[in-house]
């Protein structure tokens, strides 16, 4: 298994540019999400989903857009990229128990 | 209000001593769980440690405990034999409700150096 797996590791976006992070997971779980960690804080959860077609907002999603159309693949889209959204983002996933969320190995996003 | 409380922004212990790391919370759901990630300098997420609300006894991982105290709303950290290893960033993440697994609150997290 390979787990969850992120790309790109490193991305430099121009202010207002978009892109897209990508997820996926091997391990057929349903609930995935996306959290953004600024420096010497904690995560915080920018959207969340609990099966296919299924998505929701978390603590800061403003400037961010998702889709789950597949158990296997979660993409997180920055619609126009703004200086403060230069961050480290991870991708997590469980199953339904939510004992064991395991996370990616994070993308770092910097925005000039 | 913060659900997640981690007071101790930095800790230093000496290599083979115990350390105890704090976190209190605040939720009135009676459905909840509590985790312990570590993060080291290279970023990766480490699960540690999950306790749930209705769990009797304290978790244990290796090396790893978790002081549950639930009237006091606390979930303290406990590793034991310290290791040079050990030095990283530590965070609590508290899931609220059973319906969804996957929303975490985390706290700001302690730094964490052992020292030979």
């Known amino acids: 298994n390979a787990g969850v797996t992120q790309t790109p590791k490193f991305q430099v976006l121009k202010t207002g540019q978009s892109m897209t992070l990508q997820c996926a997971q091997d391990?057929?779980?349903?609930?995935m999400s996306w959290y953004r960690q600024d420096p010497g804080m904690g995560l915080r959860l920018i959207h969340y989903?609990?099966?296919?077609?299924?998505?929701d907002q978390g603590e800061v999603p403003n400037g961010y857009n998702v889709s789950r159309s597949t158990t296997e693949d979660f993409p997180l889209r920055l619609l126009s990229a703004a200086p403060s959204q230069t961050s480290v983002y991870f991708c997590?996933?469980?199953?339904?128990?939510?004992?064991?969320?395991?996370f990616g190995p994070g993308t770092r996003l910097t925005v000039t | 209000a913060q659900k997640i409380t981690q007071t101790q922004p930095g800790m230093f212990v000496q290599e083979k001593e115990a350390v105890t790391l704090d976190c209190t919370y605040d939720?009135?759901?009676?459905?909840?769980?509590l985790f312990w990630y570590k993060q080291p300098s290279s970023g990766e997420m480490i699960f540690l440690i999950y306790?749930?609300?209705?769990?009797?006894q304290n978790a244990t991982e290796g090396r790893y405990s978790l002081n549950f105290q639930k009237a006091r709303k606390s979930a303290n950290l406990v590793i034991s034999a310290s290791q040079l290893g050990d030095s990283a960033m530590y965070f609590c993440?508290?899931?609220?409700?059973?319906?969804?697994?996957?929303?975490?609150?985390f706290g700001a997290g302690t730094i964490l150096r052992v020292k030979s």
């Open positions: 997590a996933s469980s199953d339904e128990t939510g004992v064991e969320q395991y």
């Open positions: 391990m057929n779980h349903e609930y």
């Open positions: 989903s609990v099966g296919a077609g299924i998505t």
């Open positions: 939720t009135s759901d009676p459905s909840y769980g």
């Open positions: 306790q749930g609300s209705y769990d009797q």
């Open positions: 993440a508290m899931r609220e409700g059973s319906k969804y697994g996957n929303k975490l609150v």
